[in-house]
């Protein structure tokens, strides 16, 4: 096999999981660390650097962290990371002395942003410390975007949001014009900026065309429409009985506020089955706890109204079929068509992007599919100077996406202005550092905790189900907290091999509580020859994402080779081993910002 | 050396055996030895060798003397009985708690200070005797809870860590334990556990005295150039003269190999031992031949490893002594006072 030290530094970033799995590749176990230390505002800065709304995030991020988190694998259910990331932001003294100084002069350099969303203002919070002027233009009448207008008061209070918008504003040298919705691309062109970023996000919510859509057409409501005029308080109450159509996330959040605006009997209804459903299973279980069915397998086939007035929906009733080759088909089972009386219904069936005002002649080239050729790396369009980012780039993805891709586009528009090349991308930077203190002695808790996953405590249903600005989650108390961040594996710290020191004593074998490290005959460097590695393992090594960690050939000619799946990086094999060949070394790995390389 | 417990948790798939148990139930509190301890390699593959028995844990006995070697019961089957005796004292405290119930499965672990130096009088005697039991001495040659000293299986002419030559004759267990009559003699080395956990099955199984001399590098103290017992000395000087399968009565029978590579020994309680040749002209089954073997090879520097000897036909001290067949705290009332007519019968006997 081949020797893994030669590998470069995505090895070790790949045993993060949480870290490898986040777009914006956040260093979760440090601030884990960090919160588990009392450093509150330290581990907040951790995150603000790296997913810049580090409060927003820890209450609505969809966290692909946690399904990668390697406790999910040891034990039942993986480390609580998005809301530890609240505690951070609930828990931090005054960070604004630690937040970069407004650049001293101006640059020269001018950028249009469209859209005030996650991806602008990531893109804004790069770029105003290096002096660059930026204008933000958004249709709304408050900054955020989508943060604001379609995700629910009750999830997040808007005093995190003006909070951390805050912080970018405190920059400096960003305007933002709102009330101001850009209809020409080529007109904003002709103002002269250096560059232009389009993050505007993917603004327009599918509708249902369905007989009786037109003359029922006041009781029918395209859900993100609806969750922002509710937002902006221009919707303040919806029928008592509720239909929603739709199995996301928005599906989720258009049935909780109807519950909240006078909503008793609200159903949400979904073509597919239940566990198939887009929304994340943390907000189903929300939306359950609220009383809220979800019937699946039903498809919607007629608005039925009365003297054009609503009366309810009829929907087919189907099941899931699935071909030869695994796809799925949802096919009529046969039984009668089911109809639902309602007062309301809200159409929460996706979303998309629109830009009916950029030009087609300017030089900027859409796909089949009417989106922009964006290249996936750089985030340029085929006008070098337009950038795009966030939903408005690749289509309906979270925030933690559009952080991500702001942070490249912003690298990108940076070297543009600079007249370099963008396709040349900054590696992130990465440090491996022994976290040795005596002879068993480790820089960090390597005791590991057999807590089961903490519940964050919610307010009482009653008082929460009557305002639609009240959190309903009240967050981790601080021995919750403290509790949770034991949890964490620390998967950071890695186990790092030194071939020539080892005597083959098998101390490192006996102690691993988790069957990882085998001694064995080497394999050939070729996939048959791991496959056959993986085989014969003290604990067969059958997670094909986890990478195997192979030392070159030792006295005996026999190899290391480490399984890196289960690993507990409790550091029990660096303390047992007689010859220090075994040691914890704390990977740390931070991208590179716009800027920064130079 | 940890200042930390061994993590409870487990790998996912971690196998069972049919009672239920998983390796890890067999194991003890974590191992204050010396990091690299060969000791705690030996300690492991008792752990595994007990689990694939799948032994209950409450039937084993594990006894053991003073030093580094008789700390190691602390470090596995923490469900089972222990007993940790005076230096040098095992043997006969195994003996006695034999003989009072039978029925226990008796693990004595002892070292080479206990077993050569004070306490060889009693390795020998219970040898000797028969007592079924499974005797493993972990052999590093040196005394290390003392810092260093040669101990009595330090081979002469081999050098301490301070420099110093051996100058007395080392005691060869192997060659003891056949002398005195072992039933069952092994000898192994803890660097190699896939020799090492057959060997414990079948010295388990076997019924008489099975003896194992296991060599077990002291990191700490003879793990240095000029000591015989290190692990690179004793990898560059083992010859080992077969490869043992156990097959417990319950398994599928596999023919690993051709005939007349292999041999097989049907033991007492049903076991197989397969025995895959590596010597040649090695015969297990013969005392004489394996004692000339082993002094041969001696005297060539090399350090035979395998199944040395087995008798599977063995008796125990239990069957000399004509003990009755119930562990003395099952005998009721009734069988222990027989009453007056028994004891007329017995006197009558002896008129």
Known sequence: MHRTREIGTDYFHKVVDCQWACPAHTPVPEYIRLIADGRYADAYMINWKSNVFPGILGRTCDRPCEPACRRGRVEEEPVAICRLKRVAADLKSDVTDRLPPPAAAPNGKRIALVGCGPASLTVARDLAPMGYQLTIFDKDTKSAGMIRSQIPRFRLPEAVIDEEVGYIQALGGIEMRFGTPIDSLQALRGEGYDAIFVGSGAPRGRDLELPGRQEAAANIHIGIDWLSSVSFGHIETVGRRVIVLGGGNTAMDCCRTSRRLGGEDVKVIVRSGFEDMKASPWEKEDAMHEDIPILNFRVPKQFTHENGKLTGVLFEVVEAMFDDKGRRKLVPSGDPDEHYECDDVLVAVGQENAFPWIEKDIGLEFDDGAMPKVDAVTF???????????????????????????????????????????????????????????????????????????????????????????????????????????????????????????IECDACVDICPMDCITFTDDAPDNAQGEGDLRGRLKAPAGNLTQDLYVSGRLTTGRVMAKDEDVCLHCGLCAERCPTGAWDMQKFYLEMTYAGADA | MTYILKPQLHHPKLPTNSLGFTRRDYEGSVSTLCAGCGHDSISAAIIQACFELELPPHRVAKLSGIGCSSKTPDYFLGNSHGFNTVHGRMPSVLTGANLANRDLIYLGVSGDGDSASIGLGQFAHAIRRGVNMLYIVENNGVYGLTKGQFSATSDRGSKSKKGVINHDTGIDMVGLALQMGATFVARSFSGDKDQLVPLIKAGLAHKGAAFIDCISPCVQFNNHNGSTKSFDYVREHNEAVNRLDVIMPRDPIQVDYKSGESIRVQQHDGSILSLHKIAELYNPNNRAQALGYLQARQARGQIVTGLLFVDPSAGDLHDAVGTVDAPLNALNEAELVPGAAALDRINASLR
């Open chain 1, 380 to 502: 340029q369009s085929t006008v070098p100077n337009i950038f795009f980012g966030g939903d408005a780039a690749f289509g309906p993805k979270n925030i933690i996406w559009a952080v991500a891709q702001g942070h490249d586009a912003a690298v990108s528009i940076h070297k543009f202005c600079q007249g370099q090349d963008v396709a040349v991308r900054p590696p992130p930077g990465a440090t491996l550092v022994s976290q040795k203190m005596g002879i068993h002695e480790w820089s960090y808790d390597n005791d590991v905790s057999n807590d089961h996953r903490y519940r964050v405590p919610l307010r009482d249903k009653q008082a929460a189900l009557k305002d639609v600005r009240l959190e309903v989650e009240l967050g981790y108390d601080l021995q919750q907290a403290l509790a949770e961040a034991q949890r964490c594996l620390n998967c950071d710290i890695q186990t790092v091999f030194a071939d020539k020191l080892c």
